[in-house]
């Protein structure tokens, strides 16, 4: 938890992608070999006994390192995204975003009932889009579902985690 490697690596662009946001840049964790490799292995120690069976990673951020994660598991990678980028049927859930409703798909043959799923995104802010993936992915009926980020955001009153039930176990490897 707050590797200082990480922490030092983490970098912060002020008032992007508008005034007033501090932004966690993860593209420095990821284009470092040191960092990728302390990220999935700390990863991979939380989730190695969890029988995970897939990993869904939400666009785009959450892809780096769920694939690589996925992978090491020995479980499957499952793409969550944009509306209108998944060619097959898909599963979809809308949220409600600061400016208007965003929405998310899945394949529908990707998620089984025999899955264990780990949901994984770069970083905890409001919640609220991990929240709908979470909804997402339990009209699958899953075993059971996992959720982890990089980073949690609890600066300025933000709590996003309370938005879920005490039953669902979120991770995390930074605070901020
Ligand atoms: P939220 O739904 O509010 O938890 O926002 C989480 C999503 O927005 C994640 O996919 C993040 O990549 C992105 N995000 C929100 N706030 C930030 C921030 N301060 N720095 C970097 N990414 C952010």
Known sequence: MNNPILLQNLRNVPDFPI???QFKDVS???KDPECLRIIVDELYEIYKDKGITKVVGIESRGF???AALALRLGAGFVMCRKPGKLPAETRKASYMKEYGKDTIEIHTDAITEDD?????DDLLATGGSMFAAYGLVQQFNPKRTYINFIIELTIEGLNGRTLFGNDVEITTLIKI
């Open 19 to 21: 005034p007033g946001i």
């Open 64 to 66: 780096v390192i769920g």
């Open 28 to 30: 420095t964790l990821f």
């Open 116 to 120: 264990v799923v780990l949901l994984h």
